[in-house]
């Protein structure tokens, strides 16, 4: 891994709720709720982008994550080979088809991973509900903008910081007819569950993250009286929910200054977030340099639909914008797309070097697609002990 050449910190925005979005919110203590709006409603009306140093994960010098303390932190997917094999499949397709979705849930529904601090996760049921891939090109392009979204597939990566779930919220308070407070771990700022070994978690699967990573914020820095927000997200767009469970408690944030948050520049599929789905914010953003890659990018798809076409290059092509500092796959990336452009072959070359000119474009181009997989799973934290630790 190559971290000695890229900055242990990145600069860049994450999308917040709005100050002057956030009303009182009936009957709960005290705190605050952030508008809902329709959902076709602009970006910028509902959450503004305030820049954030988010700190490198790779680099040295940074507390390592813990669930319970920071609410989120990695677990190690290398040694099994099954899912591995699963997850580059998917990775290759992407998107996730129903007998992969069932194969996933078989691969981990049972499974115990290794925690920090002397835990272990042992995942009992994933959710049959809120398995998604997301698929989100460099700098917000949109790498197939026609494809409408499906409860599981061709959803875009999450601009604005959230919380997945409210554990007093719908559709849990449904589903377990109120008593998921006092069975699930959680801090909420109106109460928390600090003893129980049941917890909801969401796992968080980069199937490759080199652009629009997640960023987590080290929930200890969080002031969750003031800052976190109550929100109901509509659901029409993506679930076939009844009347009562359309709008999804969740939770939104505002920003402070206070708040620190983490991401990782080097994960693919061998690793995955785990991460408190009751409350631990979370977002994507957009690196330094990811203009540089849609530029890049744009360029191949020209150059690929002409040779495809059989048509005459070269076709005008555009200064790259200056690349900013980044990180070390970003740049590697880039390295890549550049040379492609630079050694485009044209309509008078051979057949088989355009062909295999094509085929690395395109590989070139999907690297710079962010994909990942995120499902809500059941699980207990318990020693790392056997037997609790047995795999089942
Ligand atoms: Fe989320």
């Known amino acids: 891994m190559d971290t000695a050449l890229q900055p242990a910190v990145v600069e860049a925005d994450l999308g ?10 009936d009957g709960s203590r005290g705190l605050r709720r952030a508008v809902t709006r329709p959902v076709d409603q602009d970006f910028s009306s509902q959450f503004e982008y305030r820049r954030c140093q988010i700190r490198d994960l790779c680099g040295a010098g940074h507390p390592q994550p813990g669930l319970r303390s920071m609410g ?20 290759v397709a992407g998107e996730i088809s129903d007998a992969q ?13 290794r925690l920090s601090r002397g835990r272990c996760l042992k995942m009992l049921h994933v959710a049959p509900e809120g398995l ?25 990566v999450a601009l604005a910081i959230h919380g997945d779930q409210d554990v007093r919220g719908t559709p849990l308070r449904q589903i377990m007819r109120g008593f998921a407070p006092s069975m699930f ?8 569950n600090r003893w129980s070994p049941l917890t909801l978690v969401n796992l968080w699967i980069p199937l490759q993250q080199i652009t629009r990573p997640l960023a987590l914020m080290d929930r200890r820095t969080l002031n969750a009286r003031k800052h976190q927000l109550r929100y109901a997200l509509p659901t029409d767009t993506f679930l076939d929910r009844r009347e009562d469970m359309r709008l999804n408690d969740i939770w939104a944030f505002l920003h402070d200054d206070e708040q620190r948050w983490y991401f990782h520049s080097h994960m693919n599929h061998q690793q995955a977030y785990v991460f408190d789905t009751l409350g631990e914010p979370h ?10 890659a849609e530029h890049y990018y744009q360029l191949l798809l020209q150059l690929r639909e002409q040779l495809a076409k059989g048509a005459a290059l070269p076709i005008a092509m555009a200064k790259p914008p200056p690349l900013a500092e980044t990180t070390a796959p970003l740049r590697k990336a880039i390295d890549s797309m550049a040379s492609l452009v630079a050694h485009a072959p044209n309509d008078k070359s051979e057949q088989s070097t355009i062909d295999v000119w094509q085929a690395r474009a395109g590989e070139a181009m999907d690297s710079v697609v962010r994909k990942s997989l995120e499902m809500r799973v059941v699980a207990m934290v318990l020693p790392d002990l056997w037997p609790f630790n047995r795999r089942s």
Do not use: W, Y
């Open 16 to 25: 917040f709720s709005r100050p002057a979005e956030v009303i009182k919110d």
């Open 101 to 113: 979705s069932r194969q996933l849930r078989r691969h981990l529904q049972g499974g115990v991973f």
């Open 185 to 192: 771990n959680h801090r909420t700022p109106d109460g928390s």
């Open 132 to 156: 998604v891939m997301r698929r989100g090109g460099p700098n917000g392009l949109k790498v197939d903008p026609h494809r409408s979204m499906t409860e599981m597939n061709h959803h875009d």
């Open 72 to 91: 989120f932190e990695t677990i190690d997917l290398r040694d099994r080979e099954g899912l591995q094999s699963l997850l580059c499949d998917v990775k």
């Open 283 to 292: 977002g994507s953003f957009t690196l330094p340099g990811e203009n540089v």
